[in-house]
């Protein structure tokens, strides 16, 4: 759990799980919610000894739900011997505060436990960085947590200001110097990393990027066509930093693929925020691989879920191609005819096994044709720097040289080259390359 004195904390042993099933929930949507809930937790490293559903038409100020419900819930927990409550829900500072003063546990919400899976996992300068400061900025309002410095809060005389009043006052101060200090930091990260993108440019080969829920199959599918060997793990945010690999297709033609975090329903706020510069390498590829796991029951709301964060990181207009992976997890015929009626226009594939991946080559291949012509070009014994260039940014067909040293070449030249080859000879070989 966040915490400003990791030594200070208490160790939590025990967790009971709370969800609330609000206005226009299903019984099988809470239960879906819940269940990704306790793989959460799970991947945090923390035992569910217990959970409980409760139907709420409007939240409370106080505890969130109704004080009668509030004091079952307590009872509940104590009776399992649990030292953790977790809350599928996001619960205000103060609403975090009196269910501890009540139960004297330790509370948390969904926000919580992504953020303390998004801090093991981070292991690059940038993920750290990003980490932290959504740690900071979540638990900022909550330095007067009952679980939260817990040796140093004592109280004065009446009537005047106590140590403990005194140390949270400097703790706030700490934690606002040290987000300023984490932003700057991230700002000099952010730069480099646009500076990785121009260099990708120069290369002018195509970018695609795999994105999706996370443990969907994004880094094995990478590995797959790459044989990158990226870290590749049956948990919850494997990946947290981004990794572009260069992929050769069957036809030779190249392509640039950048896995990508995952994404999961109720993602905080912070957490994009802070990860925007990271998850901007979707939206500013030139094509972005949807990742969907055609195993998974709940898939549908995994797509709306991938489909709403696109959607706050500004990806309209971008090309989206739907692939469903671990082909190999479907026994049910009827299942993948309806996922295929439904998806005409999807692929099918098992990064896993390798079944389907001959169509995602030859489709990946066709997007990436698409953008390219065929050309003959004339280059001058005083443009031979531009020899260098087909040979290293291009797919050159044939080259022969004639005697005085001029090089006819037949090249495959990406459109956005084009202006680079104008000052030779530059005529159109055929309508598409085959």
Known sequence: MIDTEKDNRKLVERSVLIGVQATGMSPGMIRE??????????????????ETTLVLKRPSVRYYVGSGKAEEIAEFARSLNAD????????????QRNWESLTKLCVIDRQEVIIDIFASRASTREAVIQVELARLQYSLPRLTRAWTHLSRQRGGAKGTRGEG????EVDRRLVQRKIGTLKKELVEVVRQRQTQRKRRERNILPHAAVVGYTNAGKS??????????????????????PSTRRVVLDSGRELLMTDTVGFVRKLPHTLVESFKSTLEEAVLADLIILLLDAS???????????MQV??????????????????????????MASLRAMNPRALFISAMTGAGMDELHKVLDEKISSSTRVFKLEVPPCRHDLVSKLHRECRVLSISYRDDGTANITASIDSRLLDIFRPVTLNEAVKSQK
């Not at 590995?223 to 990226?230: P, R």
């Not at 998974?296 to 879920?305: A, C, G, L, V």
Request: charged fraction near 25%; proline fraction near 4%.
């Open 84 to 95: 953790c409550l977790v809350f599928d829900c996001d619960l205000t500072p103060s609403q």
């Open 310 to 335: 696109l959607a706050e990181l500004g990806s309209e207009g971008k090309e989206i191609l739907t692939v469903f992976n671990k082909l190999d997890a479907v026994d049910d015929p009827v299942l």
């Open 33 to 50: 919610h819940m269940n990704e809930l306790r793989e959460l937790v799970s991947t945090m490293g923390v035992p569910v000894v217990g």
């Open 296 to 306: 998974d029951p709940y898939m549908e709301d995994h797509r709306k879920t991938s």
């Open 220 to 241: 094995s599918l990478i590995n797959s066509l790459s044989g990158a060997g990226l870290f590749v793990e049956d948990k919850l945010f494997a990946t947290l930093d």
């Open 165 to 168: 009043e005194k140390q949270i």
